[in-house]
């Protein structure tokens, strides 16, 4: 391998490294976008490591911070940092590939905990004091007047003590108001389930980057520790 094609070699590597970290960043910075934006954290906490802004935010970090390794050692041509890149890139795409597979094999249980959960979460709502709960209240109320639905199942579930954010009208003066019929489990499962078909496609849109980042790490690594270049 001469010299222009070992050159080619590292700018591509370190290109692809920095679009990686971008890459990375990005996500990060959607995760916490969606943290600070959407108001169902507090509903649904079984599985809240795989909640989808949770799993951004960990999994760009984690990607920022192992790129950022794999751009210094491109650049600097350090043997050390190249192969700690790898090892390190590679257990991550394992684990990618682990939580794949967690959310294949056990969907059915995360939509039991779903469910679960938010009939708790109701029941803290119906049984607390008019100053306790606030953040759970406040959140089941975004999500009724959001998602234009009223309960877990139906509006059955309040037992008769339907809160004001269950109300069609808006806004809702009377006393007396209709209220919507449609139980917001179902809602918020197509929610949840849009926000991880976006999530699958953003990881198997980086592990398809970090994959090429490998193969290209590879050989570059290969040539330096064979002639004896760069530092180890």
């Known amino acids: 391998m ?17 679009f990686c970290w971008l890459c990375g960043a990005f996500v990060v910075a959607f995760g916490e976008f969606q943290m600070m934006n959407s108001r169902f954290a507090s509903l649904v906490t079984s599985f809240w490591p795989i909640y989808p802004a949770n799993t951004l ?11 950022y390794l794999g751009i210094l050692g491109g650049m600097r041509e350090n ?24 959310f294949l094999v056990y969907s059915r249980e995360i939509n039991t905990y779903f469910e679960r ?13 008019p100053g306790g709960n606030q953040t759970i209240k406040d ?26 954010s269950c109300c069609i009208n808006d806004p809702c003066n009377s006393v007396i108001h209709t209220n919507w019929e449609e139980g917001c ?4 499962r197509d929610w949840f389930s849009r926000n991880y078909l976006s999530t699958g496609a953003g990881v198997i849109t980086m592990f398809i980057l970090q994959f090429v980042c490998l193969s290209i790490t590879i050989p570059l ?5 064979r002639h004896g270049l760069g530092y180890q």
């Open 2 to 18: 001469n010299s222009s094609w070992v050159s080619c070699l590292k700018s591509l590597m370190v290109a692809l490294h920095f």
């Open 57 to 67: 935010v960990v999994t760009g970090t984690i990607v920022t911070c192992i790129c």
């Open 79 to 102: 043997r050390c940092m190249m192969i700690t890149f790898y090892v390190l890139l590679f257990i991550l795409m394992l684990v990618e590939l682990a939580m794949a597979l967690v």
């Open 117 to 129: 959960d938010l009939m708790e979460s109701l029941e803290i709502y119906r049984q607390s004091s």
């Open 139 to 164: 959140d089941f109320d975004a999500v009724q007047y959001l998602f234009r639905c009223c309960g877990v199942k139906s509006q059955a579930d309040w037992r008769g003590n339907v809160p004001i």
């Open 185 to 188: 489990l179902e809602k918020l």
């Open 221 to 225: 690594f290969c040539h330096l520790s």
